[in-house]
């Protein structure tokens, strides 16, 4: 019994892994999405809106639509977008980026990377932040994004 469960989570991990790889290997481009949903303890529950297609190294989303969408319904819980040819980790560019938003949202947002090295995410708490790696994200089908803080959070 125990031997089906170890080879039902290497599967699981498998096709998690390769729903990463998908995404970012679907384009040489970097994409991008706003994630909604919520955060309750440790855990974030977002799904993947507004798919934005840019470079190589760098992608733009409609920050207007986040702005407003989260100044109506509080939901936006951070961002979503591929490296296509490097790591799962954030850029200087990144790290701007989301320390700008989380301090002018005044709440901790969520950065998902997916390279064809696989999934990460972190969570910047404030415009001072550098990202504090989660303890496990994945991506569903449907666009749909499971992440855990560490213990400490």
Avoid: N
């Avoid at 970097?30 to 955060?39: D, N, Y």
């Avoid at 809106?49 to 951070?78: I, K, N």
Wanted: glycine residues 12%.
């Amino acid at each position: 019994m125990g031997e089906c469960r170890g080879e039902a989570r290497r599967l699981e991990g498998r096709r998690r892994i390769a729903l990463a790889k998908r995404s970012a290997s679907a384009e040489s481009c970097e994409e991008c999405w706003a994630l909604l949903g919520r955060h309750r303890g440790r855990i974030w529950y977002a799904r993947r809106v507004g798919r934005t297609l840019g470079q190589p190294a760098s992608v733009e989303f409609d920050g207007l639509w986040v702005l407003r969408r989260e100044e109506q319904r509080l939901d936006v819980v951070g961002f979503y977008h591929t490296h296509p040819g490097g790591q799962p980790r954030p850029s200087a560019r990144d790290v701007r980026t989301m320390r700008a938003w989380a301090g002018a949202f005044g709440k901790p947002l969520l950065c998902v990377i997916a390279s064809p090295q696989g999934l990460a995410g972190y969570r910047f708490d404030d415009d001072r932040c550098c990202g504090v790696a989660l303890a496990e994200i994945e991506l569903f089908p449907r666009g749909i994004v499971i992440g855990v803080d560490t213990d400490g959070r």
